[in-house]
């Protein structure tokens, strides 16, 4: 698992060093006009390749994966045009983007932004759309930033962006003679359309100009070759986006085919000025999705909601949805705390029936046979991770519908049914039982009989009632001032008068109430009630203690209900499949009884029996003047890595404010190089994070360690000159679109203190993923990996980048730096200024590092650090790269700009060195 980890985490810092040529020998495509205005035809049965063998770059660009498209389809012969883009965009969503002349590349959109766009192209021009949501969210600018409920439909034939696969080989046969607006030649700025230009393949500017978004999640590679692979079917732990080609501001020898992201972390809502798209059209038959888990898939299923939705539902983020992938026969599930709603399924060939989640949401029970089939069964348990460890079989004949109790003694165990055929026979129904085994440490007890009948549909908490629904409603009732359900009065509820009507999906609700939500098939008493007509399944039904209807809510049009449960943990929330006109369960959906609301949570091809898990682990008070979805929210879903581990530091900061006396700050340097633990100094922190600024790196100590960590005594913060050509861009990735720091800053910090229940928000929206937690909790925000060496010394922008609008970034991030260090100079806080180790190879080119600058302007940089050296005394340089004549070998580094644990063992030595000497 730490392997794992280690490759994805460095690909998010790692940098490819091949001087490999722009892509790979190959065929040249053939491509001819379409009749599609702006799109050539590109003809299928070819084989695009993903991915390098390159051991140099970066882990999720490797190995290479060849990719066998059997379609043709159509791709933008340019990049989408400014004119073209505000065309459509300004009517439909009010976004107008910049652009010089109307012939420029549409930049500074979303990934969101970019799909709706190839929607209004479809629908202009009286077609199905590709993309499909069923909610948006606008910036001021009216940048979406997020899609609610997104799902790309690779059935559709329509427009669309390219998948990676798509773009990469129509990419591969552009040939290097055609070149493309680079750092070498653009002067740092766009340029119109096709002024560079393959005449063998007929595409413009694939390398260079602006980037371009593509359809795919950044998932990974295999080594084989699949058939029309369309990406991941996920956002997966880091949630982004792939980007390709390149852009003016990239070196040419920097871009590479399989290269597929930018400088920072992409995410859907990510936008910038050097990013744009083109478009694709066309459908793709027989789509195969290739999972996390490396097993590829033709059907995948879509989470259509996202955590913050489901907490205003069920007023928390601990929430997990269990449910059968009937298409696959496992048990899939989500995990709304784990920082994005993704769908994982556990690969099992035992078959997953009526799955449900332990008390403490750790574990799952289920069986192997369906509510109204007889025959045997059985009961398995096993963790709810994606592995589905901890695998444990109940040793009985037969065992069915478990379900998960607390008794008042404390026990957790499961009550479950001898058979779950039919209930309509009555000598059947009788002759099956109703037990109950105790669970514990992983083990199940000795069985005990409860009572005669199948009632598989629950047993209330009191233990006074149990219920089925297999054909009939029927219901156990002790009898009145009896404790004993073995004396209890055996009944049929749902009847017209003396007749009983047919009912099914029982489910007695895992509260007090005793109320019993079932399926009928349109009876006449159902109708009364409701005061409609409805068909079989159309309305969901509840009964209360004694069997009378107290509530009923239709299904939405076009869908009927099957597989009704209870959600556990929660009141009024109930959860269901959505079954359409065709009778394949398409959807999952959550019952607000409360609110007479239904909110679809996913979507497939056929979902099955859905239980819901909620935990409540704090209940703050209605009257306290907190936004509870902006306050302690440092990561929404949707955001990236860098988000999450941003995040979850912050999470630790508040947690450790009264213990901090070292706040390490700064770039993927800090985090990787700064072992916290290992320092001696004092209790240190490591907020580090991935991309950078000057701004980014001091908002944090400046808002956040001056104004609440009380015992600060020092600051180490990274010194990170390439990328001074930065001011204030990573701070708006990063800081300006995440609500707790826009919470935090409009209410001025906190300076007069912390309002109350502050700290329990912060807790109440941790809803970070198990590996966060498994990277940063133990080491306090470190992380790094064992050694690949430095390689070789590539500089990804043109090191030139210092001209005028260079220089005026560079004195923006000195002053910055200065005026930081004049505020901490009275408060008696050390600042210590770390100069990261970078490739000695870089001693052989113009640049100082890995962005630049030119060594002579580096140097310049140095002489302004050492004179505020000199003059402020609190003020400390520690340059460990030495303009490349620094002493970290090869097995002290994870690529050209990272260390590895090695590395970051010796440079936390001399950091901590320098610490102690200081008062």
């Not at 003016?248 to 871009?255: E, L």
């Not at 898939?297 to 992938?325: C, E, H, W």
């Not at 006449?524 to 009923?552: M, N, P, W």
Request: aromatic share 10%; with cysteine; glycine share 8%.
């Amino acid at each position: 698992m730490r392997y794992l980890i280690a490759i994805l985490l460095v690909s998010l810092y790692a940098c490819t060093d091949s001087n490999s040529t722009y892509g790979f020998e190959s065929d040249v495509v053939k491509t001819v006009e379409d009749s599609l205005s702006g799109m050539l035809r590109v003809s299928g049965n070819v084989t695009a390749h993903l991915g390098t063998n390159d051991i140099t770059a970066k882990a999720t660009e490797r190995p290479q994966m060849d990719v066998l498209l059997t379609y043709d389809f159509s791709i933008g012969k340019s990049e989408v045009t400014c004119g073209d883009f505000n065309a459509l965009m300004k009517p439909a969503t009010g976004l107008k983007v910049k652009c010089i002349t109307n012939m420029y590349p549409a930049t500074d959109v979303t990934y969101y932004d970019a799909a709706l766009y190839a929607n209004e192209r479809s629908k202009s021009e009286g077609m199905d759309t590709a993309y499909t949501y069923v909610g948006t969210q606008f910036d001021h600018e009216k940048h979406c930033t997020n899609l609610d409920g997104f799902a790309f439909h690779p059935e559709v034939k329509a427009y669309r962006l390219p998948t990676e696969a798509e773009w990469s080989l129509v990419a591969q046969s552009y040939k290097k003679h055609a070149g493309g607006w680079t750092s070498e030649n653009s002067d740092y700025t766009l340029h119109e359309v096709c002024n560079k230009y393959d005449s063998q393949t007929n595409v413009c500017d694939m390398i260079g100009n602006a980037m371009e978004w593509v359809n795919d999640w950044y998932g990974e590679f295999l080594d084989t070759t699949l058939t029309n692979y369309v990406g991941s079917p996920d956002a997966g732990m880091f949630g982004m986006r792939v980007v390709k080609g390149g852009s003016y501001k990239n070196a040419a020898s920097s871009i590479h085919i399989y290269n597929r992201g930018d400088v920072y972390p992409v995410t859907c809502s990510s936008h910038v000025d050097y990013v744009g798209f083109r478009l694709a059209y066309g459908s793709i038959p027989d789509a195969v999705w290739l999972g996390s888990n490396g097993h590829p898939a033709t059907s995948r299923v879509v989470s259509l909601i996202n955590s913050t939705a489901i907490r205003s539902q069920t007023g928390t983020y601990k929430v997990k949805l269990a449910f059968r992938d009937d298409l696959t026969g496992n048990l899939a599930y989500i995990d709304y705390s784990s920082g994005a709603s993704v769908v994982n399924e556990i690969v099992d060939n035992i078959p997953v029936y009526h799955p449900e989640i332990s008390p403490d949401g750790k574990k799952v029970a289920f069986c192997t046979n369906i509510e109204g089939l007889s025959g045997k069964s059985e009961i398995y348990v096993r963790d709810l991770n994606t592995s589905g460890t901890n695998l444990v079989k109940l040793d009985v004949e037969s065992a069915a519908i478990p379900r998960w109790r607390v008794l008042e003694n404390g026990d957790t165990v499961i009550t479950y049914v001898t058979d779950v055929s039919n209930n309509k026979d009555d000598a059947t129904f009788k002759a099956a039982s109703t037990w109950q085994v105790k669970f514990a440490d992983g083990k199940f007890g000795k069985p005990e009989k409860l009572f005669d009948g199948a009632y598989h549909g629950g047993v209330s908490e009191d233990d006074r009632l149990a219920v089925t629904g297999a054909r009939l409603l029927r219901a156990r009732v002790a009898k009145a001032g009896s404790t004993v359900m073995s004396d209890a009065v055996d009944t049929i509820w749902y009847k017209d008068g003396d007749e009983a009507e047919q009912a099914c999906n029982a489910s007695l609700a895992k509260d007090s109430s005793k109320r019993t939500l079932f399926l009928d098939f349109g009876g006449k008493t159902g109708q009364a009630f409701a005061e409609t007509k409805y068909a079989v399944h159309e309305r969901l039904l509840i009964v209360d203690s004694t069997g009378a209807l107290v509530q009923s809510i239709g299904a939405p049009s076009g869908f009927t209900f099957d597989h009704s449960e209870w959600a556990s943990g929660v009141r009024n929330i109930a959860v269901a499949t959505l079954t359409n006109v065709n009778g394949a369960h398409t959807k999952i959906a959550l019952i607000n009884l409360s609110k007479n609301e239904i909110i679809e949570l996913a979507e497939g091809d056929e979902l099955w029996h859905p239980c819901l898990w909620v935990k409540k682990d704090f209940d703050l008070n209605d009257d306290l003047q907190l936004n509870l979805d902006s306050a302690g929210v440092y990561y929404r879903e949707g955001q990236d890595w860098a988000h999450i581990s941003m995040g979850y530091k912050m999470s630790l900061l508040w947690r450790y404010r009264n213990d901090v006396e070292i706040l390490c700050v700064g770039s993927s340097r800090t985090e990787n190089s700064v072992v916290v633990t290992s320092i001696t100094a004092g209790f240190a922190l490591n907020t580090g994070h991935s991309g950078n600024d000057m701004n980014a790196s001091l908002y944090v100590a400046e808002n956040y360690g001056l104004n609440h960590l009380n015992k600060l005594k020092s600051i180490v913060v990274s010194l990170d000159l390439d990328l001074w050509h930065n001011s204030t861009e990573y701070t708006e990735i990063l800081i300006a679109t995440t609500p707790g720091f826009v919470y935090d800053a409009s209410h001025g910090f906190w300076t007069s203190g912390l309002p109350d229940g502050f700290l329990d928000a912060v807790a109440l929206s941790s809803q970070y993923s198990d590996v966060a937690r498994t990277i940063y909790e133990p080491s306090r925000g470190f992380f790094s990996a064992d050694g690949s060496g430095w390689g070789t010394a590539s500089v990804e922008l043109d090191s030139n980048w210092h001209g005028d609008a260079g220089m005026q970034k560079i004195e923006w991030n000195i002053k910055r730096l200065k005026d930081f260090i004049v505020k901490t100079e009275p408060l008696g806080v050390n600042i210590v200024g770390v100069i990261f180790p970078q490739n000695p190879g870089y001693r052989n080119t113009g640049s100082w590092g890995r962005y630049g600058p030119r060594r002579s302007v580096a140097k310049d940089i140095m002489d302004s650090l050492n004179k505020f050296q000199k003059q402020y005394p609190h003020f400390h340089v520690l340059d460990e790269n030495k303009n490349g004549e620094h002493d970290y070998a090869d097995d002290c580094a994870v690529n050209t700009d990272h260390l590895s644990l090695i590395g970051a063992a010796k440079v936390t030595g001399r950091i901590d060195s320098l610490l102690k000497t200081l008062k």
